[in-house]
């Protein structure tokens, strides 16, 4: 006498079943009466709620990662112009203040996935590579193959999140990016 959530799998639906003792004039226990409703939309519902909050969680992350250290080049650029009067110190400003701008663009971009994620679209990661590291100049790289994925732009702060800590934690001065041919969408769409 309890309420179980069930899947089929075959089908991809998913039912609530409750289950009632049925009992004849005398209180005796005659046999079961079993519901069940279909609860596909919500769970479905569910799933985008849950895939929504990760994303949410992804952009959230990345923006206070990515703007603290934006910030951090500002701070120390401000610094030390006021010590030194270094004028190329306030081309550091304008530069981190360009890419903490992009960032936002690109969070922004980010946060459409939300409302259609029919937004993605297939990315050549070996572009994207090169597009971020061009904000790396002091460390080699190079691409191996010319993998795709399907993507927006926040591809770019994911790789630029990577090869930052990868600079700043393990001391990289060069890097290899290896990718292969590109993925297929699956038949079923996940949400």
Not at 42 to 67: A, G, V
Not at 107 to 117: C, Q, T
Request: hydrophobic share 35%; charged share 30%.
């Amino acid at each position: 006498n309890e309420d179980r959530i069930v899947e089929d799998i075959n089908l991809d639906l998913w039912y609530e079943l409750r289950s009632y003792p049925v009992e004849d004039e005398f209180g005796n226990k005659t046999g079961i009466l079993l519901m069940a409703e279909n609860i596909d939309r919500r769970k479905k519902n569910e799933k985008t709620i849950e895939s929504q909050k990760e994303l949410l969680y992804l952009i959230n992350e990345i923006l206070r990662h990515d703007l603290a250290n934006v910030f951090t080049v500002t701070l120390s650029a401000t610094s030390l112009y006021k010590r030194t009067s270094d004028e190329s110190m306030l081309n550091s400003i304008v530069d981190a203040s360009k890419k903490g701008i992009g960032i936002i663009d690109r969070m922004k971009s980010a946060e459409g996935i939300l409302h259609d994620p029919k937004k993605l679209r297939l990315t050549s990661l070996e572009t994207a590579v090169h597009d971020i590291m061009k904000e790396f100049k002091e460390i080699r790289y190079t691409c191996e193959g010319s993998g795709e994925i399907y993507a927006d732009e926040m591809i770019l702060s994911m790789l630029n999140n990577l090869v930052s800590n990868a600079k700043r934690h393990g001391n990289a001065n060069e890097m290899r990016s290896v990718s292969y041919t590109h993925l297929t969408l699956p038949t079923k769409r996940i949400v």
